[in-house]
């Protein structure tokens, strides 16, 4: 598993060097779900996947950046082509991964249900077998047989 620097923060120069940090949260948030995408795509459940608290800071903190920009607080406007190029690549690289990422959550949790939805099954019909009753309210065959012949 990757390992980076702690989550950055929005930077406050006008150089460029906000559309560096940006570029650079956006890979780590990439590299985050590609990860957690291959687990998944090993038959990991969703429900143990390490990567959900990263990629959950990581949201936020890209979350956070939106959200300045949307205020105007923040341009990322800058001079530079190839830096606003990566700035695009990046951001349409992380779009692919997150649809990916969607796709195989889903996978992940409808196998899980179905897990649960099995686990269910035989517990009701282990209960079923074992009722004295069955569902038309006659005496069960197996209980029966249990009962039959005892005299007191």
Request: charged share 25%; no cysteine; net charge negative.
């Given at each position: 598993m990757m390992t980076r620097s702690p989550p950055l923060q929005p930077a406050s120069a006008d150089?460029?060097?906000?559309?560096?940090?940006?570029?650079?949260?956006?890979?780590?948030?990439?590299?985050?779900?590609?990860?957690?995408?291959?687990?998944?795509?090993?038959?990991?459940?969703?429900?143990?996947?390490?990567?959900?608290?990263?990629?959950?800071?990581?949201?936020?903190?890209?979350?956070?950046w939106v959200k300045e920009v949307g205020r105007k607080n923040m341009l990322l406007g800058t001079s530079d082509r190839q830096l606003q190029g990566r700035v695009l690549t990046r951001l349409e690289q992380l779009s692919?991964?997150?649809?990916?990422?969607?796709?195989?959550l889903r996978a992940a949790i409808e196998a899980s249900q179905r897990r649960i939805d099995a686990v269910m099954a035989a517990i009701r019909e282990q209960?079923?077998?074992?009722?004295?009753?069955?569902?038309?309210?006659?005496?069960?065959?197996q209980s029966a047989s249990y009962a039959r012949n005892v005299r007191i």
């Open positions: 150089d460029g060097s906000r559309l560096e940090d940006l570029v650079e949260l956006i890979e780590r948030l990439i590299d985050v779900v590609a990860e957690e995408n291959i687990a998944l795509a090993m038959g990991l459940p969703a429900s143990q996947s390490q990567h959900t608290a990263i990629k959950l800071e990581l949201s936020e903190l890209f979350e956070a692919v991964a997150m649809d990916e990422n969607v796709t195989r209960i079923s077998d074992s009722a004295p009753y069955g569902a038309n309210g006659r005496i069960n065959a």
